[in-house]
């Protein structure tokens, strides 16, 4: 007899955990209420420096070069703009625009001082990943690069357009890492033998980190919890704030008790609230840079 499909009981992204470990109300503003939020120059930003460096692949080796990269910001921004022309409303002149596609070049130019694409050949570029937990809980998300060395070890690296965190922050900025190689480890049976985060903000930094089977699991019970800990948020209607210096940048902060606001009602939760599969390519979360 064929193995049993799991039911599915829902869907997490490395992003969504993050928010609901950062704050459940947040969690709940953008999962289940789905309330808007205005572009960010500094996600939009990160978006357009993400899609360069996908970008810059396509040119054969000897061509990707600092100068190219840089060439193909102003392309990626007006692509951007035509799915989305109120990104255009993010400045208030012209001069601003000039100042912000000035500091994306600064980090599309600091990538080139952290390695040399010149050298690589990645297996897969924003590739999608989607894998089932014995429970029934999905995890997916898109990794921004999937290296193949020659002996079949693979290297997960992700970009991030923020400064490198500090010591007492590097767990939390590799859950994302784990998270995928949770992922990939479940798809294929093999444990990725480098996770590589490669911070182009402040100074330039790569952080690297070999997991083993013993991380994953970890993982994997860590992502079981916080579903555990959605649901019950789920079925008892309750998602308290989590007061933190994040609170600045937070788009909801006007509807936050913490700060004297009021949530608006909880929609009533349909089939399938929290295992979409969609991704807004346009817009990459704030907290890349945060």
């Excluded at 599309?108 to 040399?116: A, G, I, P």
């Excluded at 790569?206 to 970890?218: K, Q």
Aim: glycine fraction near 6%.
């Amino acid at each position: 007899m064929p193995p049993t499909e799991p039911t599915i009981i829902g869907a997490l992204s490395p992003s969504r955990a993050g928010d609901f470990m950062t704050c459940p109300l947040l969690y709940r503003f953008r999962v289940i209420d789905r309330l808007p939020e205005p572009p960010s120059p500094a996600a939009v930003r990160g978006t357009m420096v993400h899609s360069v460096l996908e970008r810059l692949y396509d040119l054969p080796a000897a061509e990707r070069t600092r100068d190219a990269a840089v060439e193909l910001l102003e392309p990626q921004w007006r692509r951007l703009l035509a799915s989305e022309p109120s990104y255009e409303d993010m400045f208030t002149d012209e001069s601003e625009r000039a100042e912000w596609l000035s500091q994306a070049a600064v980090m599309v130019e600091r990538y080139f001082t952290l390695e040399d694409p010149t050298r690589l050949e990645p297996a897969e570029r924003e590739l999608y990943v989607e894998a089932t937990l014995d429970n029934g809980l999905v995890l997916r998300g898109y990794i921004d690069r999937l290296d193949v060395a020659p002996t079949g070890e693979v290297r997960v690296v992700d970009y991030k357009t923020g400064s490198a965190p500090g010591p007492a922050f590097e767990a939390k900025a590799l859950f994302q890492m784990r998270f995928y190689a949770l992922a990939l480890w479940r798809l294929h049976g093999s444990v990725p033998r480098v996770l590589q985060l490669m911070y182009l903000g402040g100074q330039g930094e790569v952080l690297r980190y070999a997991p083993d089977e013993a991380d994953l699991l970890a993982t994997e019970r860590k992502v079981r919890a916080l579903w555990t800990a959605i649901e019950r948020a789920m079925e008892t209607g309750e998602w308290p704030p989590r007061p933190s210096r994040l609170c600045d940048w937070c788009n909801y902060r006007e509807l936050c008790p913490q700060y004297g606001g009021t949530p608006p009602p909880l929609p009533e939760r349909q089939p399938g609230d929290t295992v979409r599969s969609t991704r807004r390519r346009a817009v990459r979360a704030a907290t890349d840079e945060l």
